[in-house]
């Protein structure tokens, strides 16, 4: 290969090339421009180094010389019997030092894999012949972010990462917040697919800030009613223990205040039994200001357990069991039974809960991997992180940024590891996101996203960060512990059954056939109606759209009435939130919460 180029300067990892008006390359062929990977041939090494910068300005006088470029100096290849690339620069070039554009048995030699735990993702984007593998090991037990705006593939992207880590790791469960409900089709029998209607999260799983959380509909609780849920809920797992314990025991009924349990202590109790302390020391007051707290908050309980959108967590509220075993079983795959992994659909979820419910999923997960010793590794992937680890300590549920930001720090230590992926990696917790060694940075054109990720790589690579705005669609850099040196790579093609469903299936133009009559809007709104109705609407074929009786709904937390009366049947078009109820009625009620 004839050279095309000599250093002219050397400065720390930067060099300088002089590029050589003598070269009898084709220019076809030596396209030195930025992002080439080039070789720099050394007395015991081949140096790989990236072009950054190509520039005819500060040129040498000598007439050899038409233009310079700027190299990061990024590894260098060991000759030997069997070539072999280690990070880092051990022996720098010196002033004169050949330079040529890098060939491709020196990029194989580079990017081969260098164990079992590799999974091909892809090719390099200056060498499509070259296979691009990311170190499994590395990748998970040190965490992971994919980050990338809205359309440049990067739901596909998080498919095709997952299903390889599958393949690599078939002993690995996998735990997948799916925000838009769009990754349940992509994995095929190797995943349970769990929503609201499937899902059993008992309430008594929520620790008290969750549990004030659904309570108070994501507002701030009012505090005398925290003081009251605090000291009732101890004694309500009191009470149920004593219930469980009354066989074995027979001589002697234990005290429920002698048990010792807390307020976070994860064992059931029964609602009926919360509401009845409640109720008994409401009836102790005299003064009536004070027991309107307590009415107000047994009126605030009563009217979540009855909201069919929360049947997942209070469906058997008063029958009780201890069914923690089976829940951790079922959510986290233990055992597998073939299916190692676990999508969780949120969309269907009440927008007021989803942040206590990704606490409760994330908090479990981490407490199981920390009591466990960390026996059955568990990879966490957080869809849409911004959302609930938020970098405004002013936006979001704070224990859910907590327990995130757990797993980020201490998750690899007991085999919990975390993968991020998000479109603004800005707005998502600093601490949390430097916890990720390897980066999947995708095409990103906020100014702020693009000083995050500066930030959060190391100084060889912050020049390739320069590409990040003109990415296309599917290419990726990708940059730390995962990847043998920073690239620019092309995610391969998915399988059309992989493809997640806002790539599949959802078109701007639609569907000539697709029959948008009164049949089908009908359709739609018996399937809204449902997701807020005590009745199963799927299984019931006789109503039609506008003559099926519906139960009114119950009121919305936030108004805190009584108990309503006994609901009255009503056609469906006059169902209205406060249908039955005297505007003026509960005005006493309807102060503004604290």
């Not at 190391?458 to 940059?479: H, K, Q």
């Not at 049947?569 to 919460?593: I, N, Y």
Request: proline letters at 7%; hydrophobic letters at 40%; aromatic letters at 8%.
């Amino acid at each position: 290969m004839t050279s095309f180029g000599r250093v002219i300067s050397v400065r720390g990892s930067l060099a300088r090339v002089g590029l050589l008006a003598t070269s009898h390359m084709p220019m076809s062929e030596m396209r030195a421009t930025v992002g080439r990977f080039i070789s720099i041939r050394c007395a015991n090494s081949t140096i790989v180094a990236m072009i950054t910068d190509v520039t005819t300005e500060d040129v040498p006088t000598s007439d050899s010389y038409i233009a310079s470029a700027g190299v990061d100096l990024l590894g260098e290849i060991l000759s030997g019997d069997r070539p072999k690339f280690q990070r880092g620069v051990t022996n720098y070039p010196t002033i004169g030092d050949t330079v040529d554009l890098i060939s491709a048995q020196e990029l194989r030699t580079v990017y081969a894999p260098s164990g079992q735990d590799q999974i091909n993702v892809g090719t390099l984007q200056q060498d499509r012949s070259v296979v691009a593998y990311v170190d499994v090991e590395e990748m998970l037990s040190k965490h992971f972010a994919i980050l990338g705006s809205t359309g440049v593939g990067k739901s596909t992207g998080v498919s095709l990462l997952l299903n390889e880590i599958l393949k690599a790791r078939p002993n690995l469960r996998l735990f997948l917040l799916d925000v838009h409900n769009e990754y349940g089709r992509c994995f095929g029998e190797k995943a349970l697919v769990l929503n609201p209607r499937n899902l059993k999260l008992p309430f008594w799983l929520f620790n008290f800030e969750e549990i004030v959380d659904v309570l108070f509909a994501g507002r701030p609780g009012v505090p005398e009613e925290l003081d009251i849920l605090a000291e009732v809920i101890p004694l309500a797992k009191g009470i149920y223990t004593t219930y469980q314990n009354a066989d074995r025991i027979g001589l002697k009924r234990i005290d429920p205040k002698q048990i010792g349990y807390t307020v976070d202590t994860p064992v059931p109790y029964r609602l009926q039994d919360l509401v009845s302390l409640i109720d008994e020391r409401m009836g102790k007051l005299e003064n009536r200001s004070s027991r309107i707290i307590y009415h107000k908050l047994i009126s605030r309980i009563d009217t979540v357990k009855n909201d069919p959108r929360y049947a997942f967590m209070f469906d058997n509220a008063n029958v009780g069991g201890d069914t923690m075993a089976e829940v951790i079983s079922h959510l986290f795959r233990l055992p597998a039974n073939g299916r190692p992994m676990t999508v969780m659909q949120l969309a269907g979820f009440p927008a007021e809960v989803v942040d206590s419910v990704v606490s409760v999923l994330c908090r479990m997960a981490f407490d199981f991997g920390l009591w466990s010793d960390g026996v059955s590794p568990l990879l966490f992937i957080c869809e849409e992180a911004h959302r609930y680890a938020s970098a405004d300590r002013n936006i979001g549920f704070g224990p859910t940024r907590k327990a995130i930001s757990r797993i980020a720090k201490e998750g690899r230590k007991y085999g919990v590891y975390l993968g991020l992926v998000t479109q603004r990696p800005a707005e998502l917790d600093a601490t949390i996101i430097s916890q990720c060694n390897t980066l999947f940075s995708m095409r990103l054109a906020n100014d702020r996203d693009q000083a995050l990720l500066r930030s959060a790589v190391s100084d060889a690579a912050a020049n390739l960060l320069s590409f990040v705005p003109s990415l296309g669609t599917r290419e990726v850099l990708a940059f730390g512990e995962g990847v043998a040196l920073p690239t620019r790579l092309r995610f391969k093609e998915v399988p059309p059954h992989q493809l997640p469903r806002s790539e599949a299936t959802i078109r701007t133009v639609p569907s000539v056939s697709a029959g948008h009559d009164m049949h089908f809007v009908g359709a739609v709104l018996e399937r809204w109606r449902g997701a807020t109705s005590q009745r199963e609407v799927a299984n019931d074929p006789t109503f039609g759209p506008a003559t099926r009786p519906l139960e009114p709904r119950a009121p919305e937390p936030r108004y805190e009435p009584p108990p309503a009366p006994a609901p009255r049947t009503v056609e469906a078009p006059m169902l209205q939130p406060s249908l039955g109820l005297d505007p003026d009625r509960f005005s006493l009620l309807k102060k503004p919460l604290r």
